[in-house]
C-alpha cells in the first residue's frame, strides 16, 4: 500500500471543523510543518491509519485540536512534535502515539490509548498525559505540566501500565493511576508545587503492584497507595510522609538498604 501525503489534495477537509480528514484506511505522512487553524485539527475517521509525523511540527492556537482521532482500532501517530495547541492528540481506544513531543498545549496527549510509548510531554497547562483503562504508558518523560495548578504528569486509568517513566515538577502528582494497575521502574520527583500532590497515587482503586520505582522531594506524599496494594522494592525520601499507609498485608517493611532483611523491603 503506497504511503500518502497528509495535505489538501490527498486528505481534504470534509467538514467545516478539520483542516484535513483522513477517512480512509492507509499509511500517512507529514511532509513539512502544519498549522492548525480548526477545532479538530487533522481529524481521523476511519480505523487502521498510521500517521508519521516524520519529525515535522503541528502547532496552532490553543482552541484547536493537533489530532481527533474518532474512530478506531489500529491507529498510531509517531515521530513528531505538537505544540501550542488545546489538545496535542484527542483520540479513542486502540491508539498507539510512540516518539512523540508534547509541549506548550492546554493538555498534552488526551486519548484513551492502549500505549503511548517513548513520548515527553513537558510545560503544558494540564496534565502530560492521559491515558484511559488498559492503557501502557512507558518510556515517557512528564515533566513541567500543570501550569494551571492542576495537571499532572500521568494519569492513567484502572487496569494500566506505567513503566519506566521520568516525571519531575508536575503541578499536582507525577503519576496517578486507577486500581489493579502496575506501576513499575519509575522515578518520580518534585511534584506537587501547585497543590501538594505525590509521587506516586493508586487511592483510586485497589490491588495495584506498586514496585521498583524512586521517589524523592515531591510536596506531598512520597506513594499514596491503597492499604490492599502490593508495595515492594521501592525507594521514597525527603518527605515527612514518604509512603501512605506504612504497612498492610502485601506491603514490603520499610528498611535501610544496609540493614535490610526482607526480600521484599522498601527503602
Given at each position: 500500500?503506497?504511503?500518502?501525503?497528509?495535505?489538501?489534495?490527498?486528505?481534504?477537509?470534509q467538514n467545516a471543523n478539520d483542516d484535513y480528514t483522513i477517512s480512509a484506511p492507509g499509511s500517512y505522512y507529514l511532509t513539512g510543518n502544519i498549522t492548525i487553524s480548526k477545532f479538530k485539527g487533522i481529524h481521523v475517521t476511519s480505523s487502521n491509519v498510521s500517521i508519521n509525523?516524520?519529525?515535522?511540527?503541528?502547532?496552532?492556537?490553543?482552541?484547536?485540536?493537533?489530532?481527533?482521532?474518532?474512530?478506531?482500532?489500529?491507529?498510531?501517530?509517531?515521530?513528531?512534535?505538537?505544540?501550542?495547541?488545546?489538545?496535542?492528540?484527542?483520540?479513542?481506544?486502540?491508539?498507539?502515539?510512540?516518539?512523540?513531543?508534547?509541549?506548550?498545549?492546554?493538555?498534552?496527549?488526551?486519548?484513551?490509548?492502549?500505549?503511548?510509548?517513548?513520548?515527553?510531554?513537558?510545560?503544558?497547562?494540564?496534565?502530560?498525559?492521559?491515558?484511559?483503562?488498559?492503557?501502557?504508558?512507558?518510556?515517557?518523560?512528564?515533566?513541567?505540566?500543570?501550569?494551571?495548578?492542576?495537571?499532572?504528569?500521568?494519569?492513567?486509568?484502572?487496569?494500566?501500565?506505567?513503566?519506566?517513566?521520568?516525571?519531575v515538577g508536575n503541578s499536582v502528582n507525577g503519576i496517578f493511576a486507577g486500581g489493579d494497575s502496575s506501576i513499575l521502574n519509575n522515578h518520580s520527583s518534585q511534584n506537587g508545587g501547585g497543590t501538594p500532590g505525590a509521587g506516586i497515587v493508586t487511592t483510586s482503586g485497589t490491588?495495584?503492584?506498586?514496585?521498583?520505582?524512586?521517589?524523592?522531594?515531591?510536596?506531598?506524599?512520597?506513594?499514596?497507595?491503597?492499604?490492599?496494594?502490593?508495595?515492594?522494592?521501592?525507594?521514597?525520601?525527603?518527605?515527612?510522609?514518604?509512603?501512605?499507609?506504612?504497612?498492610?498485608?502485601?506491603?514490603?517493611?520499610?528498611?535501610?538498604?544496609?540493614?535490610?532483611?526482607?526480600?521484599?523491603?522498601?527503602?
Amino acid at each position: 500500500m503506497p504511503r500518502i501525503p497528509i495535505d489538501a489534495t490527498n486528505t481534504p477537509s470534509q467538514n467545516a471543523n478539520d483542516d484535513y480528514t483522513i477517512s480512509a484506511p492507509g499509511s500517512y505522512y507529514l511532509t513539512g510543518n502544519i498549522t492548525i487553524s480548526k477545532f479538530k485539527g487533522i481529524h481521523v475517521t476511519s480505523s487502521n491509519v498510521s500517521i508519521n509525523l516524520n519529525g515535522f511540527t503541528v502547532s496552532g492556537a490553543p482552541a484547536n485540536n493537533g489530532f481527533t482521532v474518532s474512530s478506531g482500532p489500529g491507529c498510531s501517530i509517531i515521530n513528531g512534535r505538537l505544540g501550542g495547541l488545546n489538545s496535542a492528540i484527542v483520540g479513542l481506544s486502540g491508539l498507539t502515539i510512540r516518539d512523540v513531543e508534547c509541549d506548550h498545549c492546554t493538555n498534552g496527549i488526551f486519548a484513551s490509548a492502549n500505549a503511548v510509548l517513548d513520548c515527553v510531554t513537558d510545560t503544558n497547562n494540564g496534565s502530560g498525559i492521559n491515558a484511559g483503562n488498559g492503557c501502557k504508558v512507558a518510556g515517557c518523560v512528564a515533566s513541567g505540566n500543570g501550569r494551571n495548578g492542576m495537571g499532572s504528569g500521568i494519569v492513567a486509568g484502572i487496569r494500566a501500565t506505567v513503566d519506566n517513566c521520568n516525571t519531575v515538577g508536575n503541578s499536582v502528582n507525577g503519576i496517578f493511576a486507577g486500581g489493579d494497575s502496575s506501576i513499575l521502574n519509575n522515578h518520580s520527583s518534585q511534584n506537587g508545587g501547585g497543590t501538594p500532590g505525590a509521587g506516586i497515587v493508586t487511592t483510586s482503586g485497589t490491588g495495584s503492584r506498586i514496585e521498583g520505582n524512586s521517589v524523592r522531594d515531591n510536596a506531598g506524599v512520597g506513594i499514596n497507595a491503597s492499604s490492599l496494594d502490593t508495595i515492594i522494592h521501592n525507594t521514597s525520601g525527603n518527605k515527612t510522609t514518604n509512603y501512605s499507609p506504612v504497612s498492610g498485608p502485601n506491603f514490603g517493611p520499610i528498611q535501610g538498604v544496609s540493614i535490610a532483611t526482607s526480600p521484599f523491603a522498601n527503602f
